[in-house]
C-alpha cells in the first residue's frame, strides 16, 4: 500500500525496501475549466543535482527535449501535450543503481508550456500529484497530491530523491516558481 504524503514530508525508500532499484515516477494533473484559447501542455522534468542543488551541466537536465541522461540512471517517457485522459499524463523512470554517485538529489517539477504568452498557471491547474513505483512489481510506494496550494505559480518543484546515509528518500516538496522553465533553470545553473 502506497504512502501518501502531505508537503515536506520526507519519507525513506530504499531502507524499507532492499534491492528496489527500478522506479516509475509518474506525475498527473487535471486542467480545471478555462475558456483562455489556448490548450494547456504541462511538462514533467527531472534535475540531477550534487550536493549543492546544482546540475554538473546541462545533461543533468532530463525533459521532453533530452529525454534519457547519459549514464540511463534517468529516463523521460516522452512529452503528453494534452494530459487527458486518468492516471500518469508524464512518467520518468529512473534506475538507483545507475544514477552517477556525483547525483545526490533528484528534483522531480513540472511546468506549464508558454505560460506566459498563453496567460496560464498552476492556479488553472487540479488533481495534480506525483507518485513513486517499483517498476519490478508495479507496486505503488509513495503517493503525493499537491492539492490546490498555488495561484499564479507557473513551475512546481513537486517531489524530489535524495540521498541519505546510502539510503535513497523521497521528500515531497510542492513548492512553486514564478517565472516557468526558464526560472528553474536558472536556479538549477542549467543554460537558458
Not at 53 to 60: I, N, Q, T
Not at 173 to 185: H, I, M, Y
Request: contains cysteine; negative net charge; aromatic residues 10%.
Amino acid at each position: 500500500m502506497a504512502v501518501n504524503l502531505t508537503k515536506g514530508q520526507k519519507v525513506d525508500l530504499t531502507k524499507g525496501n532492499p534491492g528496489l532499484s527500478k522506479l516509475l515516477i509518474g506525475l498527473g494533473w487535471d486542467v480545471n475549466k478555462y475558456d483562455g484559447g489556448s490548450a494547456f501542455d504541462l511538462d514533467a522534468a527531472a534535475f540531477l543535482l550534487d550536493g549543492a542543488g546544482k546540475v554538473a551541466g546541462d545533461a543533468d537536465f532530463v525533459f521532453y527535449g533530452n529525454l534519457k541522461h547519459s549514464s540511463g540512471g534517468v529516463e523521460h517517457l516522452g512529452d503528453n501535450l494534452t494530459g487527458e485522459g486518468e492516471g500518469d499524463d508524464e512518467q520518468i523512470k529512473v534506475n538507483l543503481s545507475a544514477v552517477p554517485a556525483s547525483v545526490e538529489k533528484i528534483d522531480f517539477t513540472v511546468t506549464i508550456y508558454e505560460a506566459e504568452e498563453r496567460r496560464q498557471n498552476f492556479g488553472q491547474v487540479s488533481n495534480a500529484f506525483i507518485r513513486v513505483v517499483d517498476e519490478s512489481t508495479g507496486t505503488e510506494l509513495i503517493r503525493y497530491d499537491l492539492g490546490e496550494d498555488f495561484s499564479i505559480e507557473t513551475a512546481v518543484v513537486v517531489g524530489e530523491l535524495y540521498r541519505h546515509n546510502g539510503e535513497w528518500k523521497f521528500n515531497a516538496v510542492g513548492s512553486g516558481f514564478q517565472g516557468g522553465l526558464e526560472a528553474l533553470c536558472k536556479n538549477y545553473g542549467v543554460n537558458v
